[in-house]
C-alpha cells in the first residue's frame, strides 16, 4: 500500500490522474516519486508535492490522508484496486473509472465519478455538483457502477445516466437525472426542482419531498415499494410520473406521497 | 526576390498532362517559372518524393455563423483535441470544427493551399470574412447563399434575370463573395414558416416560384455574369431515402440550360443526394443511377460528400434537413439564420461502421467516386464536417486508391450494408494522376482558379511534396503507408515560401481572400424601396450590410466582365 500525505496546503489545481492503482501497480515507491503531475502551469514530480510511504498492507492499494481539494483526476481511468482518501476530494474523482472502489472519508468536489462505467464509490460526506454527469456538452454519461453518498449532492447530478445505480442519502440539488435514458437514481430526502427534465427512461425515486413537477410529467399510478438494486428497496408509496413527455420519454420518476401532501389536490383526481 | 528549386521529383500535373515525369519545378516571386539560375535559388531535393500542385478543396465548412454556433455548442469535442502552441503556431482546439488557426495548420500539413467555404448567410458575411482573416496557410473564398435571398426571388419571379444578375454581381461585391450557393431551393425560405419543399415543382410559400425555376434561373444568370465557377447547389430532399430522383430531376432540369458543353452546375456532397429505397430501413446506394447520368452527361460536376466512421458535427444552411437528423437522432441541435435570407441548423453526428444506414452512406460515396468514370467531374471531398472532419482525407485516398485498403473497411461494416454494397464489385484503384484531379486540378477547373491547381509557368507556387516514390511504392498494397505520406507532406510550398516541412509547420503565413468585383454594363442602384426591406424584414440596416474592404486582410479581387 502507498500513503500519500500533501507536503503543503495547494494554492493551484493539482492535475494528478497518475493516482490510480493501474499506474502504481508494480512500481517502486521511488519509481512512484517521479511520476509528472501538473501544478497550475508547472510540471512537478508527484514527490514534490507529495509525501510518498510504502506500507505492508495489501489494502487498499492508495491512501490519501489529509485536505486533497485540489487534486483532481486521482483515479481517472481506473480498472481494478482500491483508493481510500482521508479527508476532501478534487474535481473528476474515479472519471471514467471501469473497476475498483474509491472511498472518501470527507466531501467530494465536482464531477466524481463522471462518465464512470463500472466500479464503486461510497462517499462518507456531500458531494458537489455534476454527480457522475459526462463533460459538459457530452452525452456519454455513467454507463454502469455504483455511487453512494452519505451527504447531499448539488446540482446537474446523474445527467445522461445510461446505467448503473446512484444512492444519495442526503438531498440532491436542482436538475437532478437531466436526460437519463437509463440507470437507477434514488434520493433519500428532497430533490430540487426540474426534476427528470428531459429523461427518455431510467429510474428517479424521491423518498423526501420536492420543490415542484415539470408540467410534462403525467401521474400513471401509485406503488408501495419500489426496488433500487439487489440489495434495497426503498418504502413508499410512491406517485408513478412517466415522462418527460416533452422528449417522448418513457422514463419513470418515483415520488414520496406521504412526503408531498402538496401533490395530493393536483394528481390524485387522475388516479 | 526569392528563388527555389524543386529537383527531380516525380511531378503530377494533369492540367498540364504532366504524369509522374521527373522534372524540376523553379520558382521565383511566389510563381512558377520555367527557370531559375542555379547559383542563387535555395534547393528542394525531390528525388524519389511525389510532386503535387498544391491541393484545393472545393467545399468545406469553415467559417461563419454557423461553424461558430457548432464550436459553441460543443465542447466535449474539443477537449479530446486540444492544441498546444509552438514557436512558430498558436493553440487551439480539434476536433470536428477546428479553431481557425489550426484549421489552417491541418490543412496546410496535407499538402493544401486553397480552400473554398461554401456557405455564407450574407447577413454574417462580416462574421465570416473575419474568421477567414484568422485561418493561415491558406487561399480562401467564401460563396453567399443566395438560392433563397428575397432578392434573386422577386427577380426571379417577375421573370426578370437580367435585374437578378445585377443583384448578384451586386451581392458579390458587397459580401465579396465568389460564387452562387444555392441549398435546398425554395426549402429554406418554406422553413421560415416550418415547411419545406419536397420536389423540384413544389411552390415555395409567398413568392409563387419553383426549385425548377430558381435553379435554372440562376444558373443562366451565372452564365450572363461569366463567373469563374458555375452555381454550387445542395440539392431538394437532401439526405431522405429515394432522394435520388430529385437529384436526377434536377439535372434534367439543367439539361434546358444552354451550356456550351461545359459544366454549368456543381452539385455537392452528391452521397447525401443518392439514397434509394423509401425508408430507413430499406434505403440503399442509387451509385449506379447517378452515376450512369453523370456517365453521360458533361453539364454537371460533382464532389464526393464522403462519410468517415467518427463523431462530427454536422451544419448546414439546410434547416428542414437538420431537423429531420434532429427527430431521429435526439440531439441537441440549433436553428439558426432563420430570416430573409437563409436557414441553418447544427447537430452532432457519430457515423458508426455498425449502422447499416451510416455504413452504406460510407459505400455510396466511394460507389459514387470509382463509378463515376471521369475523374474531372468529381472531386474528394468529406463536406467537412458534416459527413466528417477534413483531416481524414488521407483515409478516403486510400479507400480510392486500393481496393485492399476498402475492402478491409467494409469487412468491419453492418453486415446488411455489406450484403448492399457495390465496393465488391469495383476493381478500379486510382492513380496518384486521377487523384491530383480528384484532390486539385479537377477542383481547380471548377472553380475556374487560373493560377491554381497546376504547375504550368506563370501558376501560383502551391506545391504540395509528398513521401511517396511511385516506382518502389505500390500504394494499392501499401496503402498504410501511402496514407500515412498523404497525412504530413514532407513539404508544402505556398506561395514560393515552405510553410510545412514533414508534416510540420515551419513558418506562418497568411493567404489570399479571394472575390469577385463583377462588371455589369448598368451597376444595380440601391434605391429606396431596397433599403425599405432591409429596413421592415432585415436584422441589419443596409448601411451595416455590405463587407468593407478593410474587414478582409489580404484580399485579391478578380474582376470579371458580365454580358449584362
Known amino acids: 500500500m502507498i500513503v500519500l500525505t500533501p507536503l503543503r496546503k495547494f494554492q493551484f489545481p493539482v492535475h494528478a490522474e497518475c493516482i490510480n492503482p493501474d499506474v502504481f501497480q508494480g512500481k517502486s515507491a521511488k519509481e512512484i516519486a517521479s511520476l509528472p503531475v501538473w501544478e497550475g502551469n508547472k510540471k512537478k514530480k508527484l514527490a514534490d508535492l507529495f509525501k510518498i510511504e510504502e506500507t505492508p498492507a495489501e489494502t487498499p492499494d492508495i491512501t490519501i490522508n ?125 430533490a430540487g426542482n426540474r426534476l427528470g427534465a428531459s429523461m427518455t427512461g431510467g429510474k428517479i425515486v424521491v423518498s423526501g419531498s420536492v420543490d415542484e413537477l415539470m408540467p410534462t410529467f403525467t401521474v400513471n399510478a401509485v406503488k408501495k415499494k419500489v426496488k433500487i438494486d439487489d440489495t434495497f428497496k426503498a418504502e413508499g408509496p410512491f406517485y408513478v410520473f412517466l415522462g418527460d413527455l416533452a422528449e417522448h420519454g418513457n422514463g419513470k420518476l418515483f415520488v414520496s406521497q406521504p412526503s408531498n401532501p402538496q401533490l395530493s389536490p393536483i394528481y390524485d383526481k387522475y388516479l | ?85 509552438t514557436a512558430i503556431t498558436r493553440s487551439g482546439t480539434g476536433y470536428s470544427i477546428p479553431s481557425t488557426f489550426v484549421t489552417g495548420y491541418r490543412y496546410s500539413k496535407m499538402g493544401y493551399t486553397t480552400v473554398m467555404n461554401p456557405s455564407m448567410a450574407p447577413l454574417g458575411a462580416k462574421h465570416t470574412h473575419e474568421e477567414l482573416n484568422d ?23 417577375k421573370g426578370d434575370l437580367e435585374g437578378c444578375a445585377r443583384h448578384v454581381a451586386w451581392i458579390m461585391e458587397t459580401t465579396k463573395g465568389y460564387a452562387i450557393k444555392i441549398v435546398n431551393p425554395g426549402g429554406l425560405e418554406s422553413w421560415g414558416f416550418g415547411r419545406n419543399v419536397h420536389s423540384i415543382d413544389d411552390v415555395v410559400p409567398n413568392f409563387d416560384i419553383t426549385p425548377r425555376e430558381i435553379v435554372c434561373g440562376l444558373a443562366k444568370v451565372n452564365k450572363m455574369l461569366n463567373l469563374p465557377h458555375t452555381i454550387h447547389l445542395h440539392t431538394n430532399n437532401l439526405g431522405i ?84 437528423l434532429y427527430q431521429l437522432s435526439g440531439h441537441k441541435w440549433v436553428n439558426s439564420d432563420v430570416e430573409t435570407e437563409t436557414s441553418g441548423g447544427i447537430i452532432p453526428m457519430h457515423y458508426k461502421r455498425k449502422s447499416a444506414v451510416n455504413a452504406t452512406q460510407w459505400s455510396i460515396g466511394l460507389e459514387l467516386a470509382l463509378l463515376v468514370k ?5 472531386f474528394m471531398t468529406t463536406d467537412h464536417p458534416n459527413a466528417g472532419p477534413f483531416f481524414a482525407y488521407p483515409k478516403i485516398i486510400a479507400w480510392l486508391t486500393s481496393k485492399k485498403a476498402r475492402m478491409a473497411t467494409l469487412a468491419k461494416c453492418h453486415k446488411k450494408a455489406q450484403k448492399k454494397s457495390l465496393l465488391p464489385s469495383i476493381n478500379r484503384e486510382l492513380s496518384l494522376y486521377e487523384l491530383a484531379i480528384m484532390t486539385r486540378a479537377g477542383q481547380s477547373k471548377a472553380l475556374g482558379l487560373k493560377g491554381k491547381g497546376h504547375l504550368g509557368v506563370g501558376a501560383d507556387a502551391d506545391v504540395a511534396i509528398y513521401n511517396i516514390n511511385p516506382e518502389t511504392l505500390d500504394i494499392t498494397q501499401k496503402y498504410k503507408t501511402a496514407r500515412k505520406a498523404f497525412d504530413s507532406a514532407a513539404y508544402t510550398i505556398k506561395d514560393g515560401k515552405i510553410v510545412v516541412k514533414d508534416g510540420e509547420v515551419v513558418q506562418n503565413v497568411d493567404g489570399r481572400t479571394m472575390w469577385l468585383d463583377v462588371k455589369t454594363r448598368e451597376q444595380l442602384k440601391v434605391d429606396e424601396e431596397m433599403k425599405r426591406k432591409f429596413k421592415e424584414y432585415w436584422t441589419v440596416e443596409y448601411e451595416n450590410y455590405p463587407v468593407f474592404d478593410h474587414y478582409v486582410k489580404v484580399p485579391e479581387a478578380i474582376t470579371v466582365k458580365a454580358d449584362v
Not at chain 1, 107 to 133: F, P
Not at chain 2, 272 to 287: I, L, P, Y
Not at chain 2, 374 to 378: F, G, L, R, S, V
Open chain 1, 66 to 190: 489529509g485536505d486533497a481539494t485540489e487534486v483532481r483526476r486521482v483515479g481517472q481511468g481506473m480498472k481494478q484496486g482500491e483508493i481510500v482518501i482521508n479527508g476532501n476530494a478534487g474535481m473528476h474523482l474515479g472519471e471514467k473509472m471501469a473497476g475498483g472502489k474509491i472511498t472518501v472519508n470527507g466531501n467530494a468536489n465536482g464531477w466524481t465519478g463522471s462518465s464512470m462505467k463500472n466500479g464503486l464509490i461510497e462517499i462518507h460526506g456531500d458531494a458537489s455538483d455534476y454527480l457522475a454527469s459526462p463533460y459538459r456538452g457530452s452525452t456519454a454519461g455513467m454507463r454502469g457502477g455504483k455511487i453512494v453518498v452519505d451527504g447531499n449532492v448539488g446540482s446537474d447530478s446523474g445527467c445522461y445516466l445510461r446505467g448503473g445505480v446512484i444512492m444519495v442519502k442526503g438531498n440532491a440539488g436542482p436538475f437532478l437525472g437531466f436526460h437519463i435514458s437509463k440507470g437507477v437514481i434514488y434520493v433519500a430526502q428532497s
Open chain 2, 135 to 157: 485561418i493561415p496557410l491558406l487561399d480562401k473564398a467564401t460563396f453567399p447563399l443566395l438560392g433563397d435571398w428575397w432578392f434573386v426571388l422577386e427577380n426571379l419571379q
Open chain 2, 241 to 324: 431515402p429515394g432522394n435520388y430522383v430529385t437529384t436526377l430531376e434536377t439535372m434534367k432540369a439543367l439539361e434546358s440550360v444552354p451550356n456550351d458543353g461545359k459544366p454549368i452546375c456543381h452539385i455537392t456532397h452528391v452521397q447525401f443526394s443518392s439514397f434509394a429505397g423509401d425508408n430507413w430501413g430499406n434505403m440503399k446506394s442509387a451509385a449506379e443511377e447517378i452515376s450512369r447520368y453523370i456517365n453521360n452527361h458533361n453539364h454537371m460536376t460533382f464532389d464526393m460528400g464522403q462519410i468517415i466512421f467518427t463523431d462530427t458535427t454536422t451544419m448546414t444552411a439546410d434547416g428542414p434537413f437538420e431537423f429531420t
Open chain 2, 1 to 85: 526576390m526569392t528563388e527555389l528549386l524543386i529537383k527531380n521529383g516525380f511531378v503530377f500535373d494533369p492540367l498540364n498532362g504532366i504524369n509522374g515525369e521527373k522534372m524540376d519545378i523553379a520558382i521565383k516571386d511566389g510563381k512558377i517559372v520555367a527557370s531559375v539560375s542555379d547559383q542563387n535559388a535555395k534547393k528542394i531535393d525531390a528525388t524519389g518524393l511525389t510532386v503535387m500542385p498544391g491541393a484545393v478543396d472545393v467545399h468545406t465548412h469553415i467559417a461563419g455563423g454557423e461553424v461558430n454556433t457548432g464550436r459553441m455548442i460543443r465542447p466535449e469535442d474539443h477537449v479530446k483535441d486540444v492544441v498546444r502552441k
Open chain 2, 374 to 378: 471521369d475523374p474531372w467531374k468529381i
